[in-house]
């Protein structure tokens, strides 16, 4: 499949209502795993139905190799069924009145297609995927999990060149979820579909994606792999939004500001001038440590002394919850703590773990090297 490109995609439903999607640029790779990311309302599922053409732009355009699907300005609209791209909705929509095997080669029979060479394509997504053995069972006699493999496998056996997935995991309790992200990261790497998967679970798109593109109302925030995601947020929404326990972050520059606040801004300023009057700096729960003597914290660390207020165990580690006055730092740990409620602790950071955001919330990028370097020195 040849690369999807959107150009300036744009969709307002209304005159007077906010755009769903503004502006918005973003590229598609051949045999690429992209996520869309983000909360409720950003605009997601609709980039995906204008890639889809259930919805047509506002203004841009999309292009899908050197061919224009969609575009405003040229009048061109490609309807849905040619445009080779397979939807699996969240509600999995199989035909109950049909076999599992009916339902898989559903759209094998709309094309018409000979009977060996469905037979064939069918059998083979079908062993693929584990439900060879529900063909003459109905959805009804099926769990959530084999409906959902139902659902992909009738995709597959048209072999669409992308597969666009809304959701598909929200309907499925917790171990089935994890099971089906095991599932799509194999159909990924067995079948080299080209995959752009909506969800507003973080850890399903870091778990899944080659690459995640991170929205907001209706604006693209950042796009990249999960670890630039994860180690290099490009903005305080990025960097709030991705992570569990979330990040702490710490605001500078007002008269409210907290102890610990003050105590970082003076940290960052002593150490390096030109980092004075940023905006805030955020720590991820797992870059701090802690410790009860105060003679054990690494020379050069962003540090200070809080009280423990809360031990909370998530199976395989821990949660710590310190506080000092108004000030609470999360952190997590996978040693199990030694440590009780009401212990008086030295927590610590190293100036690389810092992330640094101006006053737009827009992260300094010249700061990791300066932080590097404190580290190295």
Known sequence: MPTINL??????????????????????????????????????????RMIAGLENL???????????VDSVRAGVFIPPEKREMGLVFQSYALWPHLTIERNTDFGLRLRKLPKEEREMRVEKVMQ???IAKYRDRYPSQLSGGQQQRVALARMLAVNP???????????????????????????????KTTIVFVTHDQWEAMTLATTIAVM????????????????????????EFVGSPPINILNF???????????????????????????SIGIRPEAIGYSVKTNDVPAGSFSGEMTVTGVLPTG?????????????????????PRVETGTRVSFFAPPEALHVFNKDGQRIAEADALLRKSTLN
Not at 58 to 68: A, K, L, M, P, Q
Request: proline share 3%; aromatic share 6%.
């Open 128 to 130: 693929a995927l584990d």
């Open 216 to 239: 907001n109302e209706g604006t693209l925030q950042q796009m990249g792999t999960p670890n630039d995601i994860y180690d290099r947020p490009a903005n305080r929404f990025v960097a």
């Open 253 to 279: 520059g007002s008269a409210a500001a907290s102890e610990l606040s003050r105590a970082a801004e003076a940290y960052l300023g002593t150490r390096h001038p030109s980092l004075r009057g940023i905006g």
């Open 58 to 68: 506002s203004d841009g355009e999309i292009r899908i190799g050197e061919r224009v």
């Open 316 to 336: 395989g580690s821990w949660i710590l919850e310190l506080r000092n006055g108004s000030d609470t730092l999360f952190l997590t740990t996978n040693a199990l």
């Open 161 to 191: 060149g992308v597969l666009l997935l809304d959701e598909p995991l929200s309907n499925l309790d917790a171990r089935l979820r994890l099971e089906m992200r095991a599932e799509l990261k194999r159909i990924h790497k067995e079948f």
């Open 7 to 48: 150009s300036g995609a744009q969709k307002n439903y209304g005159v007077n209502s906010a755009n769903a999607v503004s502006n918005l640029d973003l590229e598609i790779r051949d045999g690429e795993f992209m996520c869309l990311l983000g909360p409720s309302g950003c605009g997601k599922t609709t980039t995906l």
